[in-house]
């Protein structure tokens, strides 16, 4: 019987050894998941940056604000926006990606039993998993948006 016939007749009950290099690999694609995390909060934390410095800006300048840097400002917030919806939605992708590649890993390397005793499941959708987060991540982008750029478009009485 050939090596992928006995591990056929295993029926992935018996789990797999890892090599040390498969190891470093696995270790790192959870890294990556992290990482991929912390980089939302990041974008979303430098675009509220970005936002308070215009609507600062705004509010500083008041009445004195020439009509040309209302409007490049103004562009400045729907295209940083614009910009961090993207790269949102490029990290989920990403993260999707890498969940894929450790379901498969994980029901390769866990056998049947180990797996159902862990709770593990294959993720039908990775790509969806943890958008409602993402989500709202959006959801502060695009409301700092609108607040600020009715803000700046606000006409001061004095």
């Known amino acids: 019987m ?4 006995k591990r056929m007749s295993m029926d992935k ?24 995390k912390k980089q939302q909060w990041t974008m979303t934390n430098y675009l509220a940056a970005i936002y308070a410095a215009i609507f600062g800006i705004k509010k500083e300048l008041a009445s004195s604000l020439p009509p040309s840097l209302t409007c490049i400002l103004t562009l400045s917030v729907a ?13 989920q ?18 056998g049947a039993r180990e ?19 993402t989500g709202a991540l959006m959801l502060v982008l695009v409301v700092g948006a609108m607040v600020v750029i009715s803000y700046l478009l606000l006409r001061t009485s004095s």
């Not at 992708?93 to 866990?110: I, P, S």
């Open 13 to 36: 009950q018996d789990s797999e050894t890892l090599s040390a290099q498969a190891m470093t690999v696995y270790n790192a694609l959870h890294e990556q998941i992290g990482f991929l």
């Open 115 to 133: 797996y159902r005793a862990l709770g593990m499941s294959r993720e039908t959708c990775p790509h969806l998993r943890g958008l409602f987060f």
């Open 79 to 91: 295209v940083a926006c614009v910009y961090g919806l993207i790269a949102l939605g490029i990290i």
């Open 2 to 5: 050939t090596s992928a016939g």
């Open 93 to 110: 992708r990403d993260l999707g990606n890498v969940r894929k590649r450790l379901g498969a890993a994980d029901q390769e390397v866990f």
